[in-house]
């Protein structure tokens, strides 16, 4: 078992080389502080180092994943208390996490914890989940990238309906925007998000990640440097050892054994 630094973040491994990291502040309902931030980060840290994750599930509660940010902080620092340079720094460890990341979202995913969601690469939420951008409704607007990867995944009309309005989305409508990837019945997110790690963590290790970094180039280049990225990727790719494990196990009609090298 991994350790978080604080017990903000529960850490376990629910299966052979699948973390899961639980967003722990209940009476909060995971308002995203200073302080929950950065053990999020570091429990991400610690995993992008252990060879033994492939995959990680963040998930929340069963009936609310993240409120958003920490609404007392900001009453009392102000606009320092969301940008600073150590929660900075803890929300970039996050955004480049290397490794696939999948969000188990059920109940209220809003403002800063939506923005949290939207850095997984995929989504599963239950059918009750719903999604918002609030931030307008106490006099600001979303700081940490509500702006930018709401509109690139949905577009800007809906976009701008969220943040404009405040008012929140339904799993349903997050489905068919292309913000989340799967809706399941209410309560079973979390068990269907494992499943797809459990999916993904047999797969070799170093090709999942070049995919998702090739994937997220798409977010932040040209169309001809993204194919470049793709074909550099593939070339490193054909590299390793765990290619030749997967094409001679293919050919042998066997199962692969990957070990990530």
Not at 159 to 186: F, H, K
Not at 206 to 229: W, Y
Request: hydrophobic letters at 45%; glycine letters at 8%.
């Amino acid at each position: 078992m991994l350790n978080a630094p604080t017990e903000l973040v529960l850490s376990t491994v629910p299966s052979p080389h699948v973390l899961q990291l639980t967003l722990n502040r209940p009476s909060k309902r995971n308002a995203l502080s200073n302080d929950l931030i950065a053990a999020l980060a570091a429990g991400l840290r610690a995993a992008a180092l252990n060879s033994d994750v492939r995959c990680v599930v963040l998930a929340g509660a069963d009936t609310f994943f993240s409120a958003g940010a920490d609404i007392k902080e900001m009453q009392q620092r102000g606009f320092e208390a969301i940008d600073n340079p150590a929660r900075r720094s803890a929300w970039k460890d996050i955004a480049n996490f290397p490794k696939p990341l999948i969000a188990a979202v059920e109940g209220i995913c809003f403002g800063g914890g939506h923005e949290l969601a939207m850095l997984a690469d995929i989504i599963v939420a239950g059918e009750t989940a719903t999604f918002g951008q609030p931030e307008i409704n106490i006099g600001i607007l979303p700081g940490d990238g509500a702006t930018q990867r709401l509109t690139r995944a949905s577009g800007k009309s809906l976009a701008m309906l969220m943040i404009l309005t405040g008012e929140p989305i339904s799993a349903r409508t997050a489905l068919q925007a292309g913000l989340i990837a799967q809706i399941v019945d209410a309560g079973h997110a979390k068990a269907s998000a494992l499943a797809i790690a459990q999916s993904i963590a047999q797969k070799p290790p170093r090709s999942a990640e070049l995919a998702k970094a090739a994937v997220l180039a798409a977010f932040q280049t040209t169309l001809d440097s993204g194919l470049e990225f793709e074909r550099q990727a593939i070339r490193h790719a054909f590299t390793t050892e765990d290619q030749s494990e997967g094409m001679n196990a293919f050919f042998e009609k066997r199962s692969p054994q990957y070990r990530g090298r």
